[in-house]
């Protein structure tokens, strides 16, 4: 099926659409990286896309155990054009789990469409794969410390970069301790 439709509306729609304004700051070790979130983008798009008779449309959808993001963008014509994407985190914590999933939604969305949404970063050295990551006790010292707090356990794996308490680098441990001690403290 051409979709000759599809894409005469979209490239109207590309041409309505300016750049997107970068208005948060993301951290990365020593590294900063700025970009837009998903609700900013989506104030960019929602009007453009609609006056050029498309839609777009993200799902989660599970294959054989595993979890996809299918993003569709469709015209009123009844022509599609989709992406998925493999979410490849296996992550029990929900909170965790819907910011995976808005970080998925958000640069598959920006792809589809074409939308630059986040600082080059071709200019950030690569991270060696032969970084230190905790040790068991160090792990279980985390979460003894943290003693069920799910809110505070996930500002300390955003803050570390880490899905997982397993994943955080070695060389965050003690600030970690200092900060959950701290809290602990305060509370």
């Known amino acids: 099926m051409e979709k000759t439709g599809l894409f005469k509306a979209f490239i109207l729609f590309q041409g309505q659409i300016t750049a997107v304004e970068k208005n948060k700051t993301a951290g990365m070790g020593k590294f900063s990286f700025k970009y837009a979130d998903l609700a900013t983008i989506w104030e960019m798009i929602r009007?453009?896309?609609?006056?050029?008779?498309?839609?777009?449309?993200?799902?989660?959808?599970n294959k054989d155990g595993k979890n996809y993001l299918k993003t569709v963008l469709g015209h009123e014509s009844g022509e599609v054009l989709e992406s998925e994407v493999l979410i490849e985190a296996q992550v029990?914590?929900?909170?965790?789990?819907?910011?995976?999933?808005?970080?998925?939604?958000?640069?598959?969305?920006?792809?589809?469409?074409?939308?630059?949404?986040?600082d080059d970063m071709d200019d950030v050295p690569p991270i060696k794969k032969e970084i230190k990551k905790l040790d068991s006790q160090q792990i279980f010292e985390l979460n003894r410390l943290l003693n069920g707090n799910t809110e505070l356990r996930g500002k300390m794996l955003r803050w570390a970069g880490a899905l997982e308490i397993e994943?955080?680098?070695?060389?965050?441990?003690?600030?970690?301790?200092?900060?959950?001690?701290?809290?602990?403290?305060?509370?």
């Open 47 to 61: 009007q453009p896309l609609a006056s050029n008779g498309l839609f777009l449309s993200q799902l989660i959808i």
């Open 92 to 118: 029990t914590d929900v909170k965790l789990f819907g910011a995976l999933i808005t970080y998925y939604r958000r640069y598959s969305l920006s792809s589809m469409l074409g939308i630059v949404s986040d």
């Open 167 to 187: 994943d955080i680098q070695e060389s965050f441990y003690e600030k970690i301790i200092s900060t959950i001690e701290k809290y602990n403290n305060k509370n």
